[in-house]
């Protein structure tokens, strides 16, 4: 499973790259805002950074804007993938950048209804939200199951990214459902690596090396 840093923020992305742990980065208007900086300063960073692929969204609504913006966010890079929300302007927009050859991150996917009618439209990758679906109290990980059986079915080339991950066992489970790749924040890249046995071993080796004589 691929690791995407889900981040605007230039300082953590550094830090999953340095872990190894970045294979490329959604954003979303709301991480971008968290960064109190211009859309464009954020954007040059992210790319001058990272060589996998980076998922800037859209802000429009309807088709044509989309459109536009979806070929300006491109021409800022080949690893520029396009952000569309899963409406039904969203899944026409999806259509014509699968024809125009640009990469695609459909959004905001809470039904496996949706998410076969954006592999039918020719999206690269498939964003289920798993965290807000368990907020209304909804299986999230669920749908990532229905979505891989379902793109397994009719081999459909979209890649299920699992998205709204916010905890270790989300990252395990998603990679359990065969989730082509999973999105999540520095903080939950982090957890991963911590176990307890782990600290109290290190720690007993560390005591230990202690009482071995010098010479
Ligand atoms: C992914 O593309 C989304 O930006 C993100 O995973 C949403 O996560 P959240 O529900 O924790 O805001």
Known sequence: MKFFIDSANIDDIKEALALGLCDGVTTNPTLVAKTGRPFKAVIDDILALVEGPVSLEVTALDYPTMMKQARELRAYGD??????????????????????????????????????????????????????????????????????????????????????LRHPQHVVQSALAG?????????????????????????????????????
């Open 79 to 164: 690893q520029v993938v396009v952000k569309l929300p899963l409406t039904k302007d969203g899944l026409k927009a999806c259509k014509t950048c699968f024809d125009e050859g640009i990469a695609t991150n459909v959004t905001l996917c809470f039904s496996p209804s949706q998410a076969l009618i954006a592999a039918k439209a020719g999206a690269t990758f498939i964003s289920p939200f798993v965290g807000r679906l368990d907020d209304i109290s909804t299986d999230g990980m669920s749908l990532v199951e229905d979505i891989v059986r379902i793109y397994e079915n009719y081999d459909f080339e979209t890649q299920v990214l699992a998205a709204s």
């Open 179 to 215: 989730a082509h790749v999973g999105t999540m924040p520095l903080s939950v890249i982090q957890q991963l690596f911590q176990h307890p046995l782990t600290d109290i071993g290190l720690q007993k080796f560390m005591d230990d090396w202690k009482k071995v004589p010098s010479a």
